[in-house]
């Protein structure tokens, strides 16, 4: 049977298991979009070809498979790079195809030509030009083995013009992936595993860190099974969030810059680390010459390359997570370690003290009470997606996730703009879930065009506008390291609730607690895709911190007294008793010799956004 | 900080250097040389790149590189018994006087003239790539006029074969390789 290309990439994908797709189109994929009309495929138009990236991003994050965008040549493909390059730092399987100028006009600089594999190269775990339709069928079929192996991320599949007009036999079955053959999955000397089975029984201070890997490799019974075994507390990573439930009491909750203090003290006095499929990130672990000293480190993850890249590891059994945790199960010997639990839990008591989850109503409204509520309304089932900065941060603290895969963030990039698209794509996996979006105001409006898409597409995702009139997270480093010199940070925005309403959806707002309940109440009930502007205290700050490059017990923590009485005062934080790294010495001194040029240093004024709603 | 010399058999496909080369630059690994040919293999390009690397940063930097999908098989040679070999071509003024003291320098290292004329010679050296260093050195005196050095390749002794080393082709599940249950598509 003779078929175009692009009938041939429509039938590939629909044989290959895609029903949604996300894209956008233009003069070089046109012909695919023709042939995308006749076939069984559902696409989503997005408002940017960005918006399609995250949306594939959050389709394969929700649904553990892969997810597919579609952009055309030129603008269409660099508008890509943000999302393959989100994708790519967490690790998320997606296959973005896009079209390409005609071969014999490539290197001509050709209208809207641009050379996207050279672009995307080290932000995609591979990619391919297709110029041959003959080709296409099995780059497809190769593309989708090569995003979802190993340790996923993107893979591009650019084709030209020509091979998507041309015509060839179609046969799925002869166009079998036919890639290089590696390594075992499970790969590690026998000493280096006897080693970890020797370190595991005979630790008396271990922690695990859990991480993103353990999701991928589908490992959260064995993982389960291993805490058990050995009686193991855990910590999470930001994108461990769900593979162990939050509810557990093993489970200490997320460690790192805004980890829980007693998670990261519980890190600097463990005896022995177990990372599992986690790659030891700036934001985790803080210093690298005081992290965690007197622990040993077994270090069970897929990538090689991850292996004693940021922390040196006395152990490092290089496999897929799921396979090494059984492998190491039948070896484990159960301990009480009742001084070492009973020792977490008197850290845990002195932080609990400053957790704002007990504070009475004052008639603020924070966000950390918004999202522990919206966690209690929801039974704390629903698929959360985040953006990023301070609402984030909030969200893993205070949403407690049982499920895996039930948060959905950009962490390794960090991308502003991320949440709605991919709660969009998460809702297309999961059409039954209840998905809703924490999202600053910030990020909110980076790509806030992407409600069109779910207006269009009938969808129902529930966003919640942390709003605090700031780009937070900024804010507060500015408030803790630069004297509240607060440089382009106060924000203003559009109503949002009239927003919402321009594009035909149900606008919300909330400025009190008390309304919060009823505010979720009717989001929920809602057919529609609904928008709540949830008016925040403007300053107030994520705790605890670890300050960038600082040492990860020296955390800037909320006071013991009841701060969010007095929140706004200059007394609101504390900083860590001993000295910062140089790095903000350095850049103090620098700022108060600026400042002090021939008169005395004044005291910053505080300024705020200006806006009418309040 | 040493000098590591790993071996990697890539695909010959379009963009493949580009790759290497991407990847080097990004991770801020330090190339020393990097040389690249064909192989008796088909489609099949071998390169010998030299990094200047702690142990474990020659680790990541095999890992890095086999994370490639190109790139078929790494190898590391620096710990096993092996052959380098780099070749040299040196243009250096000559007068009358001093022509037959680099011909005799030519001797002893073993070079050989591959083109004369009545102010310079061309001479061929190869060896390993302190030695090429030192023949420079020697000439300097007299004075290079231009050196192009061809980076070092590699090669381990004897007849032992990696046992566990993948084949050097695409290959689909149902292809025979005696490991074929126990290989994939692992990074």
Redesign the interface.
Known sequence: MKLTGAEILCETLTHLGVRDLFGYPGGAILPVYDALGKSKLHHVLVRHEQGATHMADGYARASGGVGVAMATSGPGATNMVTGIATAMLDSSPVVCITGQVSSKLLGSDAFQEIDITGITMPITKHNVVVSRVEDIARTVREAFVIANSGRPGPVLVDITKDAQQASCDFNFEAAAPKLPVKRQRVNYEKADFDRAVELLNSAKRPLILAGHGIMVSGAMRAFEQFVRAGNFPVAMTLLGIGCFPASDPMNLGMMGMHGEAWVNHAIQEADLLIAVGMRFDDRVTGDLRTYARDARKIHIEIDRSEINKNVKVDSALVGDAREVLEQLLPCIERRDRPDWLAHIRELKGDSAVRDIQGLPDNGHLYAAHVINDLWKETNGEAIVVTDVGQHQMWEAQYYHHNQPRSLITSGGLGTMGFALPAAIGAKFAKPDADVWVVVGDGGFQMTSCELATAEQEGIKVNVAIINNAFLGMVRQWQEFFYDKRYAATPMTGPDFVKLAEAYRLKGLRCNKRSDVKSTVEKTLAAKETVVIDFVVEKEDSVFPMVPAGADLDKMIRRPKQDVMLESGSDKDWEMPASALPNVFAEVKAEAAALRGRGQVAKKPVRKAAKTTRR | MAKHTLIAYV?DV??VL??IA??FR?RNFNIDSLTVGRTEQPGVSRLTVVVDATE?GA??VE??L???????RVDDLTHKPSLFRELGLVKVKVTNQTRAEVLQLTDVFRARVVDVDEATLVIEVTGTPEKIGKFELVLKPYGIVEIVRTGAVAMARGHELLS?A??L?????DDH?P??A??????
């Open positions: 695909e379009p963009g580009n790759r991407s990847l990004r474990a680790r990541i890992a890095n086999y994370k490639l999908v190109n790139v078929l566990s993948p084949p082709v695409r290959t689909t599940a390789h490991d074929a126990s290989l994939s598509m692992s990074v």
